[in-house]
């Protein structure tokens, strides 16, 4: 019988912390059999644990801290910071582990010629791995914030009163706010066309034509050229990735998300004579099939290949499209920009 | 919640704040633990046991009360009294008691 008082008291000290137990027992003990006549029956016993209630609770009452993993003053953050990184960090791991899945099969089944069970292999491959990949980020995301936001917790890391500087500025007054969809719309997109264009690059997707009675894919983009526009096309899509997660964080558009994009745009706008440096940009299997059509007076061949180092005409309109299309994105975070500031003056 | 339960949670909260103070009092001179929440409970303190010790501890803890074990009878007791820190912290929480007894009585009465 005494046992049910002993289990009790155990119950709430073993949620305290070790050096607190002996102490709690000790008193608590002492005060229980206070509680209770010379020879206590079971029903006395009973009566008076159940005063005493939930041992949990009690351990609450007795513990020093707060009890809190996270609390209310760091909570709403702390969900805040999940609901934008998450999604951020789930989407990039997933299209990472695509690719590295894609170039892993065709390491494994190159030479392979049958490109039909190539196409399987890599499509099912591709879609296990990239929402494994997608599954694994978003638990570590979930795992480090969580860490943080403890971490901060425990260290109360604003002991800094609050005072009026620390105001957030208005979100845009008279901008629209942005549909998350479109954001995230605007976040795949270009990670899709760059696992196209890895698709492209390791032959698992390229542009048919026929040639000579069968049908193969023929390489239109030069080897060294592809490499180079790879490695643009990251960097075009790591700015991307910031920006539209920067979008989705503030629900609209922001001057950081202006100057995001504009140094996306002088960024690759440096990038393009890189890009376009040497006269590339046609691998020769293409040129080599464009040969073998008649093309009658209209000589194409002509506007692709260049006289004496100056860059071909083709080549120059696309440098010319690429520049041309940067000049707009800037021109339009620019002109954002200025509207919102505007606005901001007159609110 | 129904109303009942919300009336009993600002009833609660209305009693919290005052237990302090309450137990305060009563250990101006020393009490066990039991005795000292029967004592509180016969002058009309609602208050249970699951709260009033880990009060106690607590108050220990800050130094507002000094306790030792009575070894004299068959199983030991442990009791409490008020510290000089306790005595200081009891005046001040008295002086604020009344004035706000006077602040509400005066907002209650005022006609509106």
């Known amino acids: ?347 | 919640m129904s109303k009942e339960e919300q009336y009993q949670s600002y009833i609660t909260e209305l009693r919290r704040g005052s237990l302090t103070l309450a137990a305060l009092s009563c250990l101006r001179s020393p009490h066990y633990g039991y005795a000292l929440l029967q004592v509180m409970q016969e002058k009309g303190i609602e208050i249970e046991a699951n709260t009033l010790y880990p009060l106690l501890r607590r108050l220990e803890a800050q130094g507002l009360l000094n306790s030792d074990w009575d070894t004299s009878e068959s199983r030991p007791r442990k009791y409490y009294i008020i510290s000089d820190m306790g005595k200081e912290a009891y005046q001040e929480l008295r002086k604020e008691w009344n004035h706000i007894h006077e602040s509400i009585e005066e907002i209650c009465r005022e006609e509106l």
């Open chain 1, 1 to 347: 019988m005494d046992q049910l008082i002993e289990r009790y008291v155990y119950d709430v000290i073993r949620r305290l912390p070790e050096k607190e137990r002996e102490e709690v027992k000790a008193e608590l003990t002492a005060n229980i059999y206070d509680m209770l006549s010379e020879e206590p029956g079971q029903e006395e016993i009973e009566k008076v644990l159940a005063e005493l209630g939930d041992p949990a609770k009690l351990a609450v009452q007795y513990s020093q801290n707060t009890g809190y993993l996270i609390s209310p003053a760091f909570y709403f953050d702390y969900i805040r910071t999940l609901k934008w990184i998450v999604p951020m960090i789930a989407l990039i791991v997933g299209v990472v582990m695509m690719c590295v899945k894609v170039a892993e099969i065709i390491g494994m089944l190159g030479g392979n010629e049958n490109t039909a069970l190539l196409a399987k292999t890599v499509t099912s491959g591709m879609i296990s791995a990239g929402i494994g990949g997608a599954v694994e980020g978003a638990v570590q995301a979930v795992i480090w914030v969580t860490i943080g936001f403890v971490i901060a917790e425990k260290t109360q890391v604003s002991k800094e009163a609050w005072n009026l500087k620390k105001l957030p500025e208005m979100p845009d007054v008279g901008s629209k706010p942005m549909s998350i969809a479109d954001s995230i719309v605007e976040l795949i997109l270009p990670l899709v066309f760059f696992g196209i264009l890895i698709l492209w690059k390791m032959d698992v997707i390229g542009i048919f034509f026929s040639i000579s009675g069968g049908t193969s894919a023929v390489h239109v983009l030069s080897d060294s050229f592809m490499n180079r526009f790879i490695v643009f096309v990251f960097v075009g899509v790591l700015f991307n990735t910031v920006k539209c997660s920067l979008q989705i964080y503030y629900g609209r558009f922001d001057k950081t998300v202006g100057m995001v994009q504009i140094l996306d745009g002088i960024v690759g706008l440096a990038m393009l004579p890189y890009l376009f440096r040497a006269n590339d940009l046609f691998h020769e299997e293409f040129i080599g099939f464009l040969r073998t059509k008649e093309w009658g007076e209209f000589d194409i061949l002509r506007y692709l290949n260049s006289q004496n180092g100056e860059m071909g005409t083709v080549t120059a309109i696309v440098f010319g499209f690429f520049a041309l299309a940067i000049f707009i994105e800037i021109g339009v975070a620019l002109y954002k920009m200025i509207r919102l500031s505007i606005e901001r003056k007159e609110a």
